[in-house]
Antibody, heavy 116, light 113 residues
């Protein structure tokens, strides 16, 4: 079954780090660019980062640049988002999404809450 | 960054009646490759977003044909010919022509009157 499954969310204090993971099933993960998109509680969708299928390029939304790192392991069909120096405004549900023609497949999301 | 502006932000509709959502971009979404990267997404309550339409008007597999997309340049529309109860949720437009960053509209909340 073609699907994406995120994990790794939780409650974290401001300034601390957290790493999210996204497992891909049922499709050729290594052929697809992958994105992270987030949604703050009660708010709209915000694109966070992208990584090319072979990991050769990565781009970030300005507010996370220098703090977040997107990476992937094609041998494990896994996508990651390492989040450092977390802020209250990073509180959101984080979705991984397949990049083929922009977001044709989404995971169920994982909630990250940044709070003291 | 390209700003995507949706209207209305709230859309009460009677079951069986049509609905229309507008999306305007701050610059043309025609890419140098000739494509227009304008997508529409539906997010039902408590669910992940789901892509409905790509490239302005191409419906995704499994999307009912009562959903249609149209437009060009900077003006785009999502239409539902006859609203059903399962259509309740928030609808987003998204542009992938001028990125990074990929940008979304604010969302339009469709509810049943």
């Amino acid at each position: 079954q073609v699907r994406l499954v995120e994990s790794g969310g939780g409650v974290v204090q401001p300034g601390r780090s957290l790493t999210l993971s996204c497992a891909a099933y049922g499709f050729s993960f290594s052929a697809s660019g992958m994105h992270w998109v987030r949604q703050a509680p009660g708010k709209g969708l915000e694109w966070v980062a992208v990584i090319w299928n072979d990991g050769s390029n990565r781009y970030y939304e300005d507010s996370v640049k220098g703090r977040f790192t997107i990476s992937r392991d094609n041998s494990k069909n896994r996508l990651y988002l390492q989040m450092n120096s977390l802020r209250a405004e990073d509180t959101a549900v984080y979705y991984c999404a397949r990049g083929d023609d922009f977001f044709d497949l989404w995971g169920q999301g994982t909630l990250v809450t940044v709070s003291s | 960054d390209v700003v995507m502006t949706q209207s209305p932000l709230s859309l009460p509709v009677t079951l069986g009646q049509p609905a229309s959502i507008s999306c305007r971009s701050s610059q043309s979404l025609v890419h140098s490759d000739g494509n227009t990267y304008l997508n529409w997404f539906q997010q039902r309550p408590g669910q992940s977003p789901r892509r409905l339409i790509s490239y302005v008007s191409n419906r995704d597999s499994g999307v009912p044909d009562r959903f249609s997309g149209s437009g060009s340049g900077t003006d785009f529309t999502l239409k539902i010919s006859r609203v059903e109860a399962e259509d309740v949720g928030v609808y987003y437009c998204m542009q992938g022509t001028h990125w990074p960053p990929i940008t979304f509209g604010q969302g339009t909340r469709l509810e049943i009157k």
